[in-house]
């Protein structure tokens, strides 16, 4: 099982960036992104089930990011507008095989899976 996510870079304030993230050797139930920036812990960004349904978002990127995802490509999406110097970190997608309640999405230990993570940076 491998995540890979990209499309992180230097934006400046006000722009706009959109993260993918593509999963091989299984499907999965459960998918989000965490962000973590310097000197701080990773946090929970955005997350839903793959079968659809209502998206969880942090009140921090709430009606600025938008979550998605492709079926067929096995791939989703951070749509993130409006960005801001305080979303600089480094985004990591994550996974899992379980339908987890859209509550518990917001946690880190719901997700076995992980990418490596993409670095986005806003600055002007």
């Known amino acids: 099982v491998q995540l890979q996510a990209s499309g992180g870079g230097l934006v400046q304030p006000g722009g706009s960036l959109r993260l993918s993230c593509a999963a091989s050797?299984?499907?999965?139930?459960?998918y989000g992104w965490f962000r973590q920036a310097p000197g701080k812990e990773r946090e929970f960004v955005s997350a839903?089930?793959?079968?659809?349904?209502?998206?969880n978002y942090a009140d921090s990127v709430k009606g600025r990011f938008t979550l998605s995802r492709d079926r067929a490509k096995n791939t989703w999406y951070l749509q993130m507008n409006s960005l801001k110097p305080e979303d600089t970190a480094v985004y990591y997608c994550?996974?899992?095989?379980?339908?987890?309640?859209?509550?518990?999405?917001?946690?880190?230990?719901?997700?076995?899976?992980w990418g490596p993570g993409t670095q986005v940076t806003v600055s002007s």
């Open positions: 994550a996974a899992d095989s379980r339908a987890w309640p859209i509550a518990t999405l917001r946690q880190q230990d719901a997700f076995d899976y």
């Open positions: 050797g299984r499907t999965f139930s459960s």
């Open positions: 839903s089930r793959w079968s659809g349904g209502s998206t």
